[in-house]
């Protein structure tokens, strides 16, 4: 599966961006996606997950920083996930990346997944 990310862009410290992720392949709906964040300097670290459609209630994880700020979500018809992210701060400024994987051992672990796509970037200035 082909992941692109969009929707990246400059806002204000308490704004609201939505960014996407838009797959290539009859088999979205099979992979849990997750979202990532690398801002300079730093080490790449989790931002949030969904899981799989199908079966299983869908499930969702999220990093302690973005808890109840961010909301991540998908819609299988577009093959597109996305994630809400409320009330932006300064250190939320990064790039940010989607990704695809199978089960729902290690979500929080880059390693973990097998698609990437490239990133998009966010700025929140204060």
């Known amino acids: 599966v082909q992941l692109q990310a969009s929707g990246g862009g400059l806002v204000q410290a308490g704004d609201s961006l939505r960014l996407s992720c838009t797959a290539s392949g009859r088999t979205f709906s099979s992979y849990g996606l997750g979202w990532f964040r690398q801002a300079v300097g730093k080490e790449r670290e989790f931002v949030a997950f969904i899981s799989r459609s199908g079966g299983s209630a869908i499930m969702t994880y999220y990093s302690d920083s973005v808890k109840g700020r961010f909301s991540i979500s998908r819609d299988n018809a577009k093959n597109t996930a996305y994630l809400q992210m409320n009330s932006l701060k300064p250190e939320d400024t990064a790039v940010y990346f989607c990704?695809?994987?199978?089960?729902?051992?290690?979500?929080?672990?880059?390693?973990?997944?097998?698609?990437w796509g490239q990133g998009t970037l966010v700025t929140v200035s204060s």
């Open positions: 990704a695809a994987r199978n089960g729902l051992v290690g979500v929080r672990t880059s390693s973990q997944y097998d698609y």
